[in-house]
């Protein structure tokens, strides 16, 4: 039996891989969406408001990261997000790998966002967070702990007091933000795109763990992970 959230999140996805398919291939759609999450990662990175440097430092000890470059609020179903991103993971010498694709779901999210569109980025602090997200499609908030910061204009810190938690999560609205924990959102493999970046047979397993595909076109992006 599929659970509640677990189907809004199918379904939320479905709808949104329809009309991609519409629109673009998924070899085009999977370059312009590395491209988004490049600018995401650079833009975070250069705020100059106090989170800033919590989102720096993050990242610099990070063993992986999810980044979200445009979530978008439904209005199917109640509280419903949903949003395409890019998964990427440290190997043992600290090289940041290359990116598996996923669509993140939810029924509800502990933050409320004030605006249609928002920017998130999940730092995964700990090789138990990225196995969770790339091998069960991770339900924050109960196979990871997450702990909640926020980034943008008019936020004034961001709460990351849980020192323990496996996932910082970090958001950029294009409107008013209100602050907290993201909570049973679940991340799910898009099967389409993974495909189309790398080809046919592509896994999020076989990218971030076995490394048995690369993509040059995602460079830019690995070397905006960086922290100097």
């Known amino acids: 039996m599929i659970r509640p959230l677990r189907f809004a999140v199918l379904a939320i ?9 519409l629109s673009m291939p998924p070899s085009t ?30 990242l610099r000890n990070a063993r992986g990261i999810v ?60 090789d138990k967070a990225v196995a969770a997200m790339v091998n069960h499609q991770g339900k924050l908030g109960a196979e990871v702990e997450v ?4 980034i943008g204009a008019g936020i004034g810190a961001a709460t990351t007091a849980n020192v ?3 996932i910082v999560a970090f958001s950029k609205g294009t409107g008013i933000y209100g602050g907290g924990v993201i909570e049973g959102a679940v991340l799910a493999r898009r099967k389409d795109l993974n495909e189309g970046y790398y ?9 971030v763990f076995e490394r ?17």
């Open 164 to 166: 323990g938690a496996d």
């Open 147 to 150: 702990t909640g910061g926020t």
């Open 212 to 228: 048995k595909h690369t993509n040059a076109h995602a460079d830019s992006l690995r070397s905006a992970l960086a922290i100097n």
């Open 67 to 126: 980044v979200l470059p445009g979530v978008i609020k439904g209005g199917l179903f109640v509280g419903a997000e949903v949003g395409d991103g890019v998964l990427l993971a440290r190997d043992d010498t600290g090289a940041w790998g290359y990116p598996a694709f996923y669509t993140l779901g939810a029924g509800n999210f502990g933050i409320q966002i004030g605006a249609e569109a928002s920017e998130i980025v999940l730092v995964l602090r700990s």
């Open 29 to 58: 759609q999977s370059e312009a969406l590395v491209e988004k999450a490049r600018s995401t990662v650079e833009a975070f990175k250069q705020r100059q408001e106090p989170p800033n440097d919590i989102f720096r430092a993050e």
């Open 13 to 21: 996805a479905a709808l949104g891989l329809a009309g991609c398919a």
């Open 199 to 207: 080809g046919a047979g592509a896994t999020p397993q076989a990218i």
